[in-house]
C-alpha cells in the first residue's frame, strides 16, 4: 500500500477536454492541476498572464497532457468567446467547464457605485452565463458534458463586507439549476460547489489573521483549513461519469461550518 494514491482517480476523465476559468492561482490552479493528474486536457483562461505561463510551464512534463494556458479578460464577453472558440477549434468538445474565476474583493456598502456593482457581477457572475453559453453548442451536439459553477457558503452563513461578491455568489446557484434543467435534456449536467474558507494563497496574504483563523476553526466541525486541492477533488468527483445521475445541486465544502 505505501505510496500508492489514496484517492479515487476517475477512468472517465482520462483525455477528457476540461475548461477551467480562473485557473491561474488559487482553487483554480489546484484544478488545473488536479485534472491534469487525472489525464485530461485542461485549457485554463486567466487575466493574470504571468501565473498562468508560469503554471503551464511547471505542469508542462508532469502528466500526460500538458495544460494550455490562455490568457483572457473574463469581464470582456467578446475575449472570452475567442478564446473559447480557439479552444476548440486547438483541441476538441469542452466536455467539462469549471467556472472557477472571481474576485472576492471587500467593499463597504456606502462605496458600491453602479458602475462598482457592474464590475463586481461581471467578474463573479456575468461569464458564468456567458462561458456556459459558449460551450454547450458543442456540449449538446456531443450528447453531454458537466458544467460546475463555484459559488461560496458566503450568502448562507451569512457573511458580510463584500454585499455584490456575495448576491453574486447566491444568484450562482439560481444560475446552476435553471441550466440545470434547461440542459437535462441534453444530458448536460449543471451543479455547483460552495467552498467555505479556503487557504489560497490570495486569502493568506489579504484576509488570514489570527482572529480569522479561530473565527474559520471555532465554527467549522473540522478543526483544521481545507485546502484548494481538497476542493478539487469535490469537482472532480461532479465532472466525472461516477456522478451521472447528480445535477443541480449545491455541494457545500467547508468542514462543516454551514
Ligand atoms: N478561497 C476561498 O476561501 C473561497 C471561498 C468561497 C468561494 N470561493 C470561490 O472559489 C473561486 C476561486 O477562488 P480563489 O480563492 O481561488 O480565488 P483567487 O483570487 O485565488 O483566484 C481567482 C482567479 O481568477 C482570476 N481572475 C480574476 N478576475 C479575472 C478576470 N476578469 N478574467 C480572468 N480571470 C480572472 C484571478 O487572476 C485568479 O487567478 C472563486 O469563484 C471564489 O469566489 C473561494
Known amino acids: 500500500m505505501n505510496g500508492e494514491p489514496r484517492c479515487a482517480v476517475y477512468p472517465s476523465l ?3 477536454l476540461v475548461l477551467v476559468t480562473g485557473g491561474a492561482s488559487g482553487i483554480g490552479a ?13 485549457a485554463f483562461l486567466d487575466i493574470d498572464r504571468s501565473n498562468g505561463e508560469r503554471l503551464a510551464g511547471d505542469l508542462a512534463t508532469r502528466y500526460l497532457h500538458a495544460p494550455a494556458f ?10 472570452l468567446r475567442a478564446a473559447i472558440a480557439e479552444v476548440e477549434a486547438r483541441f476538441a468538445t469542452i466536455g467539462v467547464l469549471v467556472n472557477n474565476a472571481g474576485n472576492d474583493a471587500r467593499h ?16 463573479n457572475l456575468r461569464h458564468q452565463f456567458f462561458v456556459a453559453q459558449a460551450v454547450i453548442p458543442a456540449m449538446r ?6 458544467i460546475i459553477n463555484l459559488s461560496s457558503i458566503s ?3 451569512p457573511s458580510t463586507g463584500m454585499p455584490v461578491y456575495i448576491a453574486a455568489k447566491a ?16 444530458n448536460i449536467r449543471v451543479n455547483c460547489v460552495l467552498p467555505g474558507a479556503i487557504l489560497t494563497e490570495r486569502q493568506k496574504q489579504l484576509w488570514f489573521t489570527d482572529a480569522y483563523r479561530e473565527e474559520i476553526l471555532r465554527n467549522q466541525a473540522l478543526k483544521r483549513m481545507i485546502s484548494p486541492a481538497e476542493v478539487a477533488r469535490l469537482v472532480l468527483f461532479l ?5 451521472g445521475a447528480i445535477t443541480g445541486q449545491s455541494c457545500v465544502i467547508d468542514g462543516g461550518w454551514v
Open 14 to 16: 482520462r483525455e477528457e
Open 70 to 79: 490562455l490568457a483572457c479578460d473574463l469581464t470582456d464577453i467578446a475575449a
Open 171 to 186: 444568484a450562482v446557484v439560481g444560475l446552476t439549476r435553471t441550466l440545470a434543467h434547461e440542459l437535462g435534456g441534453d
Open 30 to 42: 489546484a484544478l488545473v492541476e488536479a485534472f491534469a493528474a487525472e489525464g485530461s486536457r485542461v
Open 239 to 243: 465532472a466525472a461519469e461516477d456522478s
Open 141 to 146: 451536439k456531443a450528447g453531454r458534458g458537466s
Open 108 to 123: 463597504s456598502i456606502e462605496e458600491v457605485t453602479p458602475e462598482y456593482w457592474d464590475r463586481a457581477m461581471a467578474v
Open 155 to 157: 450568502w448562507i452563513i
